[in-house]
């Protein structure tokens, strides 16, 4: 086969894979959950991230009627093996909001919880296939 021939077929096949990849939706796995105490704080958690492993990818804590004094919070994201990391939040719109990524988790519940307080929100990490 000449050059030309093969790079031609190279390029055909990498069009073709690129198409395929460009085609193919992302699978995520998504789960939320906030407390349902009314008459506290209100603290919601997202996580959203590739399915098949018990990482998220993004994970976003949210308290959704803060005191109109507060303007930002730390955020304490957790696991009840151990598991810990703190980040900020800041006000949005009437909202307290933080994003973060937070790298390796073990598999369990995922808590958030604002400084401050012990209202927390937390979901359970499972890939599709039920298990880690």
């Not at 959950?33 to 018990?54: E, M, N, R, V």
């Not at 998220?56 to 308290?63: M, R, Y």
């Not at 980040?87 to 808590?111: E, M, N, W, Y």
């Amino acid at each position: 086969m000449t050059r030309s021939k093969l790079l031609r077929a190279l390029t055909v096949a990498g069009t073709i894979a690129l198409s395929a990849v460009a085609t193919t939706p992302a699978a995520h796995a998504a789960a939320s959950a906030c407390t349902h105490d009314w008459s506290g704080p209100q603290i919601c958690i997202k996580t959203d991230g590739q399915d098949g492993t018990p990482q998220p990818g993004t994970v976003t804590a949210t308290w959704t009627n803060p005191p109109k004094s507060r303007k930002a919070a730390t955020v304490y994201l957790y696991q009840p093996d151990g598991f810990s990391y703190s980040f900020k939040a800041k006000r949005s719109g009437g909202q307290i909001v933080g994003h973060t990524v937070p790298g390796l988790q073990s598999s369990g519940d995922l808590c958030v919880r604002f400084k401050g307080g012990s209202d927390k929100a937390c979901v359970e990490m499972i890939n599709r296939n039920g298990s880690f």
